[in-house]
């Protein structure tokens, strides 16, 4: 059975930055896609970035593009998102999810994927 767990999350003030890390086991996570999403109070959840299996394609929802960047260790089995620039609109909980078949861009095309992390929590101060 695999599973994803996500850290990093924490506060931080605006303008700072964070680095989530989303450690998967269980299965050959190498060969799924990854994706970061996020949910604000109230809020539906969103996409905010993909990644392919070999980190050679990636994707951002608009806004976050220039400021997030995600990548991957597969040696490691973890994905990352760095966050910069944050803003308190980036207040969220962050989850990471796995996709066998999805693109890097597709990931935010398709509402159920295959794992999903239990989230963090990132709330960035004004």
């Known amino acids: 059975q695999g599973q994803l767990v996500e850290s990093g999350g924490g506060l931080v003030q605006a303008g700072g930055s964070l680095r989530l890390s989303c450690a998967a086991s269980?299965?050959?996570?190498?060969?799924?896609?990854m994706g970061w999403f996020r949910q604000a109070p109230g809020k539906e959840r969103e996409f905010v970035s993909g990644?392919?299996?070999?980190?050679?394609?990636?994707y951002y929802a608009d806004s976050v593009k220039g400021r997030f960047t995600i990548s991957r260790d597969n040696a490691k089995n973890t994905v990352y998102l760095q966050m910069n620039s944050l803003k308190p609109e980036d207040t969220a909980v962050y989850y990471c999810?796995?996709?066998?078949?999805?693109?890097?861009?597709?990931?935010?095309?398709?509402?159920?994927?295959?794992?999903w992390g239990q989230g963090t929590q990132v709330t960035v101060s004004s």
């Open positions: 999810a796995a996709d066998r078949f999805a693109t890097a861009q597709g990931m935010g095309r398709i509402v159920s994927h295959d794992y």
């Open positions: 269980g299965r050959t996570f190498s060969i799924y896609t």
């Open positions: 990644i392919d299996t070999i980190g050679g394609s990636t």
